[in-house]
Each structure stands twice: as structure tokens, then as C-alpha cells.
């Protein structure tokens, strides 16, 4: 299941049931890390709306579910797995994708790609197992006569199916991603781009932090993070970036967990949590080194800040290109920086005034929309509820089978066509032939 259609974006699977009204029954079957959280942001605008949330949820959840105050009603399943060893699972395929998959060639990259992918599947497919041979829980979501299904690609489950099958059955895409991001492509009807849902207007800093920030003058501050999902960092690389850090004239604030480096600078501060928006939100922001998620790319171009990027696995790296090829960010590879490649990177982004401008192009852009993406999501999800779904904007390619939607009986008949013709054309050469030798022989004769 590669690309980014599938991993870095988050897509919406709506199929509408029974009943229609102003206020629907949602069920909901989340992933993990940041998935959540765009898609956590929905539903607490469809709470806000009247709408009852059902949130299904394995025992093994990492994000989903946890420490929720909300008024959503979460349907927990047990599973096999623990937390602590799904969160092991996920962080030993991130760094396996990060450090060790060769680059070199995609017949090298793609055979081992595919296997880790395979092995991530697998897990998700035995707690999808465990959810639909759970006969309590299908009974109360049977009685609950649900509205619509909001599910999130990378981990849809019920009889057995294929992807294609599954994702035919969508009556709406929502996709993680908006054209300040993206370049101009052709789209479906039933597509509908919201990324940046989940940025909104910067917050006061927490005292200590924001006393930290305000110290660092005219010089600013650099917002560091690579993540939600704990990518480990060797001891080589954490060192190289605290030390080209400590060289530059700014504060930074560095989302970190792990061993302190040894070369780290006065003028660093590590935090194992950031309020991130709020901070690419201050003023006194200059920059962002990220990983390029799609979260914080879309909080970056919502404020407008130019970025480093270092991407590390998924579709970090098309969405780093793309800010490079738009001019607000300066890539570089995490299994080669150095120290002397960052503060190169910093200084450019930080110096250059055309980055700024860039960055602030593109959060114009992402601000100047007839509606917000966050109402948009909303809106697309009460339309199926109102209409009983969106079939008039499905294609028809779904209703195909696999021949006619690689047009092999049209190939095929354009086949027999030129095969049957150049059979007449071979048999009529071969009776014109055929007299005309015999026409030759009679004369001969005489």
C-alpha cells in the first residue's frame, strides 16, 4: 500500500446507513499519532454540532482515548497487544524506514519497503480481527443504528476485503493536504482537500517558556521538533545538531527525548512536549526545523515560517520538496547531516529574506479560502448524512471490473479487429497470388 495517497494523508472513509436529521450517530475507527489528532479536531467540531461520537478503540491504543475529557463515547475491544509493545512495534518500523532501507535504487528500496510494510499490516490486520470477531462490541454497534462511518485508511476493518474494495466503497475523500501545499492535478468530485484543519490562532506560551522566548531579544527563536512518534536519534546526530545549534545567535526550543547531547549550547533549551502552534505562532519565531509532517508543515504555513527540513520516513520527504520547490525551506538528509550542514541550512533560512517571503506567500494563500478546511471536513460529512451519501459524485470506474477498467475488452476487441483484417489481407494477397501464378503457368502452356 505505498504513496502518499494512502500514508501521509489522512483520508475519510464515509459510508452513510440509516436514518436522517440535523444530528447524526458517527462511528469512528481512528489510527494512531497524528492521525488522531487531525481527526480528534472533527470530531469535537461535530460534538460541538449535536452529533453523537463513537469512538472505536483497541486496549493496545497509544493517542486515541487517552486522558480524552471529551464528551465522546470511546468502545474499547481487548486486544493481544499491549500499548508499550505497539509503540515498540511502530518505533522499530520508523527507525528500520529512517536509518536502514537502501536509497540507492527503488530495486533495492521497494522489496524492503514492501516487506516492512507487510509487517505493520499484519499487526493492524490481527486487531481488526480481534474488533470484528468481537461479538459484544459488534452487538452494541448494531443496535446503536449508526449514521456514518469515519475511518481512516491506513486501518480499516470488517469481512474480508481488499483495499481496493474497501476504498471503492467511499462515498467522500477528505485529503490532509490543500494547492498552498500541493501542485495542480486532476481531482475527483467526491475529493475534497482540508489540510491545515487543525491550526488555529497562537495561545500565551507558558510562563517559563515564554520568559525564555522574550530573552532571546532582536535574535529570535527556533522552533525544533521532529515528531510525535519518537524517532530515536544516534548519539553522532544528536550531537552535530546540538552543536551547530549552540553557533547560532537564536534561542531554540528542542522537542527531545533521550540522552542530553554533550554539546549542547547555552542557548537550547529540551522539552519532551511543545505547544507547537503557539510557538510557530509567537513573533519572535524565525524559523522550524521539523521532519515535515503534514501537522507541522501546515502549522509553519498557517503562520508562515520558513522551514529546515529533515525528513525522515512516509510522505515527510514529498512534503519537504514540495516547501523547497516553493521556496520556504531548505532540505537536508538525516543519515548524513552534519553539524556544519544545519547551521549552513539555519543561516540560510534565517538570513535569506526571500524564505520569509515565501513562507508568508503561502500562508496568504492557505488563509484566503471562501471557507475554512476545518468547516469544510464538517460539512462534507453532514452532506452524506442529509442525502444518504454521495453517489452522484462517485466515479463509475468503481462499478467496473478489472478488465473493463484497464480497458483490456477494448483492447481486445481492437485486436481481433486487426487480426481479422490481416487475416483478408493475407488470404486476398494469397488468392491474388494464387491466380496469377496459374495465369502465368496457362500461358506458357499455349
Same mark, same amino acid.
Do not use: W
Given at each position: 500500500m505505498p504513496g502518499k495517497w494512502i500514508w501521509v494523508l489522512l483520508l475519510l472513509h464515509l459510508s452513510c446507513y440509516f436514518s436522517s436529521g440535523s444530528c447524526g450517530k458517527v462511528l469512528v475507527w481512528p489510527m494512531e499519532y497524528s492521525h488522531w489528532i487531525n481527526m480528534k479536531v472533527i470530531l469535537d467540531e461535530l460534538i460541538l454540532r449535536g452529533h453523537e461520537i463513537t469512538v472505536v478503540r483497541s486496549s493496545s491504543a497509544i493517542f486515541v482515548g487517552s486522558n480524552e475529557t471529551s464528551s465522546m463515547k470511546f468502545e474499547t475491544f481487548p486486544s493481544s497487544f499491549n500499548t508499550d509493545e505497539m509503540i515498540d512495534i511502530i518505533s522499530e518500523n520508523i527507525n528500520l524506514w529512517?536509518?536502514?532501507?537502501?536509497?540507492?535504487?527503488?530495486?533495492?528500496y521497494s522489496p524492503l519497503?514492501?516487506?516492512?510494510?507487510?509487517?505493520?499490516?499484519?499487526?493492524w490486520l490481527n486487531i481488526c480481527k480481534e474488533a470484528a470477531l468481537n461479538k459484544e462490541l459488534m452487538s452494541k454497534l448494531r443496535k446503536a443504528r449508526l449514521d456514518v462511518l469515519i475511518a481512516d485508511p491506513i486501518g480499516p476493518c470488517g469481512e474480508p476485503t481488499t483495499l481496493m474494495e474497501t476504498t471503492s466503497r467511499a462515498e467522500i475523500w477528505l485529503i490532509r493536504s490543500y494547492w498552498d501545499l500541493e501542485f495542480p492535478r486532476p481531482t475527483l468530485p467526491n475529493?475534497?482537500? &482540508? *489540510?491545515?484543519?487543525?491550526?488555529?490562532?497562537?495561545k500565551p506560551l507558558p510562563k517559563e517558556m515564554e520568559d525564555f522566548v522574550q530573552s532571546s531579544g532582536d535574535n529570535g527563536v527556533v522552533v525544533f521538533s521532529l515528531g510525535s512518534m519518537g524517532v530515536n536519534l544516534t548519539d553522532k546526530t544528536a550531537n552535530a545538531i546540538a552543536s551547530a545549534l549552540a553557533q547560532i545567535p537564536q534561542k531554540i526550543i528542542w522537542r527531545f527525548e533521550g540522552k542530553k547531547p554533550v554539546t549542547l549550547g547555552p542557548n537550547t533549551r529540551l522539552y519532551k512536549w511543545l505547544p507547537q502552534n503557539d510557538l510557530l505562532g509567537h513573533p519572535k519565531t524565525k524559523a522550524f526545523i521539523t521532519h515535515g509532517g503534514a501537522n507541522g508543515i501546515y502549522e509553519a504555513i498557517h503562520h508562515?515560517?520558513?522551514? &529546515? *527540513?529533515?525528513?525522515?520516513?512516509?510522505e515527510q520527504h514529498d512534503n519537504i520538496a514540495h516547501?523547497?520547490?516553493k521556496g520556504a525551506a531548505v532540505q537536508l538528509d538525516i543519515r548524513t547531516l552534519s553539524s556544519k550542514d544545519l547551521?549552513?541550512?539555519?543561516?540560510?533560512?534565517?538570513?535569506?529574506?526571500?524564505?520569509?517571503?515565501?513562507a508568508m506567500w503561502l500562508s496568504t494563500i492557505h488563509?484566503?479560502?471562501?471557507?475554512?478546511?476545518l468547516d469544510r471536513a464538517v460539512f462534507w460529512?453532514?452532506?452524506?448524512?442529509?442525502?444518504k451519501g454521495a453517489k452522484h459524485l462517485r466515479p463509475l470506474a468503481h462499478n467496473l471490473t478489472w478488465y473493463q477498467y484497464y480497458s483490456l475488452d477494448v483492447i481486445g476487441f481492437l485486436l481481433a479487429c486487426v487480426a481479422t483484417v490481416t487475416f483478408l489481407v493475407i488470404k486476398c494477397c494469397l488468392l491474388a497470388y494464387q491466380t496469377v501464378f496459374k495465369m502465368g503457368k496457362k500461358k506458357k502452356r499455349e
Open positions: 529512517t536509518y536502514e532501507l537502501p536509497r540507492t535504487s527503488c530495486l533495492a519497503l514492501e516487506n516492512l510494510f507487510m509487517k505493520f499490516s499484519d499487526t475529493f475534497d482537500f &482540508v *489540510g491545515g484543519l487543525h491550526c488555529r490562532p497562537a508562515g515560517v520558513p522551514m &529546515v *527540513g529533515i525528513p525522515l520516513f512516509g516547501m523547497v520547490a547551521l549552513r541550512a539555519l543561516e540560510t533560512v534565517i538570513n535569506n529574506p526571500l524564505y520569509k517571503k515565501n488563509h484566503d479560502q471562501p471557507m475554512k478546511p460529512i453532514e452532506f452524506v448524512m442529509r442525502h
